[in-house]
């Protein structure tokens, strides 16, 4: 069970910090992602913290903006959004898998959060 919090609204070049908990497991467990999907657009892959170190992997369309991280004590995973721009405006969704990887297709997770909404304006 993903929870995720912290989206809005922000003007193009603000910042953004989304939250994702599990919910009585310890994110540990777990390779963490992120995705997004804008009105009309299919789900498309943010970046993952693998399970088995923490060197990020990032979309190209994000890289250098986004930051991925998490703290297992607090079975939380964030992504901090720098720079924003009225394309990230999307439903961003935090999605686990216990199987480690650089995994990018939205099939290769078995756990989603609900989403939280993201409006960047211009």
């Known amino acids: 069970h993903l929870v995720e919090s912290g989206g809005g609204l922000v003007q193009a070049g603000g910042s953004l910090r989304l939250t994702c908990t599990t919910a009585?497991?310890?994110?540990?467990?777990?390779?963490m992602a992120w995705f997004r999907q804008a009105p009309g657009k299919e789900r498309e892959f943010v970046g993952l913290v693998p399970r088995s170190g923490n060197i990020p992997y990032y979309a190209d369309s994000v890289k250098g903006r986004f930051t991925l991280s998490r703290d297992n004590a607090k079975k939380t995973a964030y992504l901090q959004m720098n720079n924003l721009k009225p394309e990230d405006t999307a439903q961003y969704y935090c999605?686990?898998?216990?199987?480690?990887?650089?995994?990018?297709?939205?099939?290769?997770?078995?756990?989603w959060g609900q989403g939280t909404q993201v409006t960047v304006s211009s």
């Open positions: 009585g497991v310890s994110t540990g467990w777990f390779a």
């Open positions: 999605a686990a898998d216990l199987w480690d990887g650089i995994k990018t297709a939205e099939t290769e997770y078995d756990y």
